[in-house]
């Protein structure tokens, strides 16, 4: 399905009367975009999901943006085609942009299979002023189709699915993350703790 979209003329960007930094301060939080990137199966939804919740335990409001979820409503009409992968990620980036200017903590969840899509995300939050943190969950394809919880390899396997990432379609792993965690070598407790503590040493939270 072509994602092609016609171009928004005649409009003009409204700011309003609150400021992010007042915003933050009238919160108590700063906001900012927690980026899970990885194969399927990897346990980027599953660290996601419980980041979510051990923040919310801490009194820090964060809200979950899974792919499969997104999928269901607003990118309910995009396919899996290389163009339509980078509308994807193009929408989400600027969905999670906006929590995160709202001062909540965006946590996406995204297989994001391209180096210059997630590139793109990142330098969008970067021209706003906005924390952008890349988190591979990095696991060997093998391991991968050892999960498989969707039975999504075995069909790609079989040619039933084309264009699957990390069988018929390219991942393009990230070169340099703010986090990388071997998630067949860790427990999603210790990656939700690694990825608590960046935040605090860094000061996002």
């Known amino acids: 399905m072509s994602s092609s979209t016609a171009t928004s003329t005649n409009i003009t960007w409204h700011a309003g009367d609150v400021s992010r930094n007042e915003r933050a301060q009238l919160l108590k939080q700063k906001g900012l975009t927690i ?52 509308e994807n990620i193009r929408r989400i980036s600027e969905v999670s942009k906006l929590f995160a200017d709202s001062s909540a903590i965006a946590i996406t969840s995204f297989i994001s299979p391209y180096r210059s899509d997630r590139d793109s995300a990142r330098k969008l939050h970067q021209d706003a002023g906005i924390p952008f943190v890349e988190v591979f969950a990095d696991v060997p394809v093998s391991v991968a189709e050892e999960r498989d919880p969707k039975g999504l390899y075995k069909k790609a396997r079989a040619g039933e699915i084309k264009e699957f990432t990390g069988i018929s379609a390219p991942y393009e792993a990230p070169e340099s993350p703010e986090i990388h965690i071997r998630t067949d070598q860790k427990s999603i407790a210790e990656a939700v703790e690694q990825i608590f503590a960046y935040l605090v040493a860094n000061q996002l939270i």
Do not use: V
């Open 35 to 86: 980026w899970f990137t990885g194969l399927s199966a990897s346990g980027k939804s599953t660290i996601a999901s419980a980041l979510e919740q051990h923040l919310l335990h801490k009194g820090i409001n964060a809200y979950r943006l899974d792919g499969d979820n997104i999928r269901f409503g607003l990118n309910k009409n995009l396919g899996f085609s290389p163009e339509d992968r980078t």
